[in-house]
């Protein structure tokens, strides 16, 4: 991971105009986890950090690392205007400072692929969970018109991470099984709005043009986000979504 990189990355965003994950990452740990209080937990790679907070709010002992210091600065922000509770440690997370089986949880979202060789991550992952603590990846999921833009960007040397790549659910699978890990359940989800929409917000803001957030379709909008979250969790959809996601216990 360049921290060059991530840093200039940061240093140029707004948190308020910063898309949050694709899947909403607190429900699907409370899928599994019902009740956080007390627990440790770990999320790699802060980002701007509202997941985290988010679940420090319901009583986790929540620690967040990063190599970006910017995106600290962020975290840290966030951290004192809402004053929340939660650990900030600048570190790498293929060598966290943490003794072997501390936490609860360990998730990341975004951050697996950027790493060309995916195992050192997660068997760091698996090192700092407890026995039957869980590891939740969240990941472009490749069948996507995302994975189409973003090889064009990076042959011309345009994509804003670097260089990137993508998982099927059955690679994610694959992966957990290869660290001895016992998958428990893969999800995904649609963006909302669509990543067409997303890019051309972000275009238009370069060339000074501000636009909504989330656009406004009344109830033809409403009607189609209702089919695509009753749709989301079949297995079939997921070589559909744009984020992908798994679940695996330290078994």
Known sequence: MDSFLWDKFWRERDVEEIYPTITDIESEILKSLKDLKGLNILEVGAGTGRTALSIAQKG????????????????????????????????????????????????????????????????????????NGYLLVDVPQKFHIYTLIKHAAMIFNKWFAGWEREFTPNQLIRMVKQLNMCPVRLYGDWARPGIVYRMLRLLLLKAGIKINMYPKYGNIQKIFYNIQKSLKDKRIFLYSHLSIGIIAQKC
């Open 60 to 131: 986790a002992h929540v620690y967040i690392i990063d190599i970006s210091d910017e995106s600290l600065k962020k975290v840290s922000q966030l951290k004192e205007k809402y004053n929340i509770p939660i650990n900030i440690i600048q570190a790498d997370g293929l060598n966290t400072p943490f003794e072997d089986n501390f936490f609860d949880l360990v998730y990341h979202q975004g951050l697996l692929e950027h790493f060309r060789n995916p195992y050192p991550l997660l068997i760091e992952n698996k090192r700092i969970l407890k026995k």
